[in-house]
């Protein structure tokens, strides 16, 4: 049974420092992984997708890296803003089914 | 795109009572999920849909729990009878081509359930 832990469960930063959220899963046999966003009350917004083949992925100020075969995924923030404050949530999708696994997120807080 | 819609946003009703949750997916998608996320658990995939027929129902949790997908547009979560361990937040998703296409699910805002 897969599981997937993200470290830390939460985070305060100061505005404007880069910063890294870790995701591990036991289960390496993943068809790809997504890092989600969910704001307090709202659903989830997909921010990155790593195909199993890629390494990393990036959109704006995200890269997101994926190291399979050791069963890790970071989600690099730079340059941190308070917009940026949310629930951060790492999904692998396993290879045998079409089920997404959630972790249960990095609560991340940006001071101005 | 208006996104995926759900209503109610929030319910409050006693133990033993029915409880029906909706969504309207996006226009176009094929795939439709239903999710429940609490403190404790997390975010649980519970049945989803492919083309308006469910494909994978493994994770409701009990008998109490069915749903339906009548048409492309329209779905329900219906809980017959509500027990207050059933209180969470229910999220409906909806994607084009299913998660083999490498295309990102959509989520909708979520109904908050309360059975006290």
């Known amino acids: 049974k897969q599981e997937v832990t993200q470290i830390p469960a939460a985070l305060s930063v100061p505005e404007g420092e880069n910063l890294v959220l870790n995701c591990s899963f036991t289960?390496?046999?993943?068809?790809?992984l997504q890092w989600f966003r969910q704001d307090p009350g709202k659903g989830l917004t997909s921010l990155l997708l790593?195909?199993?083949?890629?390494r990393e992925q990036t959109s704006g100020r995200l890269n997101a890296s994926l190291d399979k075969s050791s069963g890790r995924s970071t989600l690099y923030i730079a340059a941190s803003q308070p917009g940026d404050s949310a629930t951060y949530l790492c999904?692998?999708?396993?290879?045998?089914?079409?089920?997404?696994?959630f972790g249960k997120g990095t609560r991340l807080h940006i001071l101005p | 795109d208006a996104g995926v819609i759900q209503s109610p946003r929030h319910e409050v009703t006693e133990m033993g009572q029915e409880v029906t949750l909706r969504c309207k997916p996006i226009?176009?998608?094929?795939?439709l999920f239903w999710y429940r996320q609490t403190m404790m658990r997390g975010l649980e995939l519970l049945i989803y849909?492919?083309?308006?027929?469910?494909?994978?129902d493994s994770g409701m949790p009990e008998d109490r729990f069915s749903a339906k997908m009548p048409n492309a547009s329209f779905s329900t979560l219906k809980i017959q009878p509500s027990e207050p361990r059933d209180s969470a937040v229910y999220f409906c998703?909806?994607?084009?081509?299913?998660?083999?296409?490498?295309?990102?699910?959509?989520f909708g805002d979520g109904t908050r359930l309360s059975i006290l």
């Open positions: 289960d390496s046999a993943i068809y790809n």
């Open positions: 849909f492919n083309n308006n027929v469910p494909i994978d």
């Open positions: 226009s176009g998608h094929d795939y």
């Open positions: 790593i195909q199993s083949s890629q």
């Open positions: 999904a692998p999708m396993m290879n045998r089914d079409d089920k997404i696994i």
């Open positions: 998703a909806s994607s084009l081509g299913g998660v083999f296409s490498n295309q990102p699910q959509h």
